[in-house]
């Protein structure tokens, strides 16, 4: 761990991976605003299932010429009323109703697949941040340890007990590890920005991951089952699957909007009609002569081609994924163990030691610098194969969309 002393302690949030996507599920305004969605839909379900509403039609007298009367209404003057109801055939409302329901399904998918890409980010960025937190550390360290030193020299060398060259090539160490903590830091700002973004929030995020979750991510898979998974679970492949069911459902509906509908209607006419007082009753039904539908019936056809042909390119983009993914995982799993085996705690016994007898006068600045700088290329290797298997593992998890870790 390291202290960033710009900020008050406040300013920092240390956390797990847990305790982060417990903060990103409910603080993402992504999130939030692509859920509401959810609600918008299953509004829509309540939508298409009402009934068309009546339709009330009154007529009445507003100049009465023969007996020179304004709004003649009354016993002796001229009003009608007609109600109306439009009654939907063909089973219109119920094939409404069920792509009401499939907009809601495809609403759910769109927002767990937007979970899934988020939280890969934010892991891959939770990861990377607690190796370069990590490395600074230790590079706070070194560039401390090299300070003293420096003042030691510098000391000595006015003093004419020590050349001034190895003054001068400690320098060019403490420069570069300067340089290289700097660089270290621009990365760390950067994926900060990104992970403040994710969790809302402000405060400077020192991820808490221990070697034991990275030891977590070496499983034995097998890649078939993973192809196995990934077609089952992928939001985006379900999603697209969704989609071409919502096509046939549309095509249905626009079959039955070729049948016609009727109207049933009600009226009573006081003078109007053939007979005072009259009360009639009828029905309307359109003739489908001509517009039988048949260009929204042949388009939503078309429609539903273009949706499976998109869902089997979906199924051979999800197993392009989950091949290369794992081959990457399994690259990263060897070379990880491999470089685990080589590093262990002989380096830093190693790196104490070089310190004290540089110190002692027992090694020389050039074997010092040489060794400090094959120290610090190791670190550099250890934190990026640490961040590559965590990667690695996150992009397997994103390729199958279940959580395997």
Do not use: C
């Amino acid at each position: 761990m390291f202290a960033f002393s710009a900020w008050a302690q406040s300013d920092t949030l240390s956390i797990t991976i847990a305790q982060a996507d417990k903060i990103f599920l409910q603080s993402n305004y992504q999130l939030l605003a692509t859920s509401m969605n959810i609600d918008v839909q299953k509004a829509q379900v309540l939508q298409a299932s009402l009934y068309p509403n009546p339709v009330l039609t009154v007529d009445m007298n507003a100049v009465d010429p023969e007996n020179n009367k304004i709004f003649h209404l009354g016993n002796a003057g001229q009003q009608s009323v007609q109600l109306e109801q439009l009654i939907l055939l063909g089973g219109k409302r119920k094939a409404q109703i069920e792509l009401a329901k499939t907009n809601v399904e495809m609403a759910e998918l769109a927002f767990q697949d937007l979970i899934r890409q988020l939280k890969f980010e934010l892991h891959t960025g939770l990861y990377l941040l607690n190796q370069q937190q990590i490395l600074i550390g230790k590079y706070n360290k070194q560039l401390s340890m090299v300070d003293n030193i420096l003042t030691t020299y510098e000391y000595q060398a006015q003093k004419g007990n020590i050349p001034l060259k190895d003054v001068v090539r400690l320098k060019g160490v403490y420069l570069n590890l300067s340089n290289e903590r700097a660089a270290i830091y621009s990365d760390f700002f950067q994926v900060l920005s990104k992970v403040q973004t994710l969790l809302q929030t402000k405060s400077v995020v020192l991820p808490i991951v221990t070697d034991a979750e990275i030891q977590s991510f070496i499983q034995p898979f097998n890649v078939q089952l993973l192809i196995d998974q990934a077609l089952e679970n992928r939001p985006d492949l379900l999603l697209g699957k969704k989609d071409a069911a919502f096509a046939e459902q549309y095509f249905n509906l626009q079959k039955k909007l070729a049948k016609p509908d009727i109207t049933l209607f009600s009226s009573y006419d006081q003078r109007g009609g053939a007979f005072q007082r009259q009360v009639n009753l009828g029905v309307a039904i359109p003739l489908m002569f001509w517009n039988k539908n048949q260009g929204n019936i042949k388009s939503a056809e078309a429609q539903i081609k273009v949706k499976n042909y998109y869902v089997e390119g979906l199924k051979s983009q999800v197993i392009a994924e989950v091949q290369s993914t794992y081959l990457h995982y399994k690259q990263t799993v060897d070379e990880f163990l491999k470089n685990n085996k080589l590093y262990n705690d002989e380096f830093e016994i190693t790196l104490k030691g070089m310190t004290e007898n540089f110190q002692k006068g027992n090694v020389s600045v050039l074997e010092f610098v040489d060794f400090f700088e094959s120290y610090n290329n190791a670190l550099s290797e250890i934190s990026r194969i640490k961040i590559q298997l965590a990667t690695s593992a996150e992009q397997i998890k994103l390729s199958t969309g279940k959580e395997l870790f």
